[in-house]
């Protein structure tokens, strides 16, 4: 079984910019699409963006215009490029690869946008 990983999160004040990353331990990012989801507190983890194995991209709302989700496939290896990033981005940011067999998530890492 694959295994995901997340990493890059960290506290921004408003306006600033985070490149997270979600290394996977094969290369499932090849294969299948790749996904951010978000937690923020008292809140249901929301869908932020989308890559499929083609390349082509898909955003939430909230976000298009100012996140970028691209991959590396020869580092095995999903980003998510946040830029102008507003309080209401605060959350704990989650990686995902649904497969026919199995859906693997990361275990997430917290991003914090305060002054």
């Known amino acids: 079984q694959a295994q995901l990983m997340e990493s890059g999160g960290g506290l921004v004040q408003p306006g600033g910019s985070l490149k997270l990353s979600c290394a996977a331990s094969?290369?499932?990012?090849?294969?299948?699409?790749g996904a951010w989801y978000r937690q923020a507190p008292g809140k249901q983890r929301e869908y932020v963006a989308t890559i499929t194995s083609g390349g082509s991209t898909n955003y939430a709302d909230s976000v298009k215009g100012r996140f970028t989700v691209s991959r590396d496939n020869a580092k095995n290896t999903m980003y998510l490029q946040m830029n102008s990033l507003e309080p209401s981005d605060t959350a704990v940011y989650y990686c995902?690869?649904?497969?026919?067999?199995?859906?693997?998530w990361g275990q997430g890492t917290q991003v914090t946008v305060s002054s």
């Open positions: 094969g290369n499932i990012f090849s294969i299948y699409a």
């Open positions: 995902r690869v649904n497969t026919p067999t199995y859906d693997y």
